[in-house]
């Protein structure tokens, strides 16, 4: 089913369409947009553009399923909440959002992992990226990950006890030298 999980009422119409017999078991907040700006020329709509799916939607899943059995809460998150990313505050905000988000269900008891993802090789949100950025990703030690990489520390993840992991692929001859 489809559903804009930032719309509240649209996303709990959907929950109560999940059957007593099959109950929801895990829940995966993947949805992530991108309306970059610098801070000074940020607008309310590239705020809401971004914050909406992310944080909005996160909080929405929190609210409607906090009282579902659930074995995994488990929200996509990016690097750049943790590291910033130039020109992406709303992004970096909407991310450190998800984080917090997973440290406050963890310190309630309740299932909840914040995956601080870096960037994939496959097409994506990196999708727009040049040539250039990659390379100015690489210089600074980040790496693009591979599917087998992803899914492995998708994997470790969701069998750690980490609220909040990184999964950014890291050269250290990169960082050394910024």
């Known amino acids: 089913a489809a559903?804009?999980?930032?719309?509240?009422?649209?996303?709990?119409?959907?929950?109560?369409?999940?059957?007593?017999?099959?109950?929801?078991?895990?829940?995966?907040?993947?949805?992530?947009?991108?309306?970059d700006a610098t801070v000074e020329r940020l607008t309310a709509e590239q705020l809401d553009a971004v914050l909406a799916p992310k944080a909005g939607a996160a909080w929405h899943l929190h609210e409607l399923t906090r009282e579902a059995n659930l074995?995994?809460?488990?929200?996509?998150?990016?690097?750049?909440?943790?590291?910033?990313?130039?020109?992406q505050g709303n992004y970096a905000a909407a991310n450190a959002f998800l984080d917090a988000l997973a440290q406050k269900r963890a310190a309630e008891g309740l299932p909840a992992t914040s995956i601080a993802w870096g960037l994939w090789q496959r097409e994506g949100?990196?999708?727009?990226?040049?040539?250039?950025?990659?390379?100015?990703?690489?210089?600074?030690?980040?790496?693009?990950?591979?599917?087998?990489?992803?899914?492995?520390?998708?994997?470790?993840?969701?069998?750690?006890?980490?609220?909040?992991?990184?999964?950014?692929?890291l050269e250290t001859r990169g960082l050394r030298a910024l």
């Open 125 to 169: 949100m990196g999708a727009r990226l040049s040539e250039a950025d990659i390379a100015r990703l690489r210089r600074g030690g980040a790496t693009p990950l591979t599917d087998e990489q992803g899914t492995a520390l998708l994997e470790g993840a969701l069998a750690g006890r980490e609220a909040n992991p990184i999964a950014l692929p």
């Open 71 to 87: 074995t995994a809460f488990v929200l996509y998150s990016s690097a750049a909440g943790t590291l910033g990313g130039p020109g």
């Open 3 to 35: 559903s804009d999980v930032s719309d509240r009422e649209a996303l709990q119409e959907l929950l109560a369409q999940i059957p007593d017999s099959h109950p929801l078991g895990a829940v995966f907040h993947c949805a992530g947009a991108l309306a």
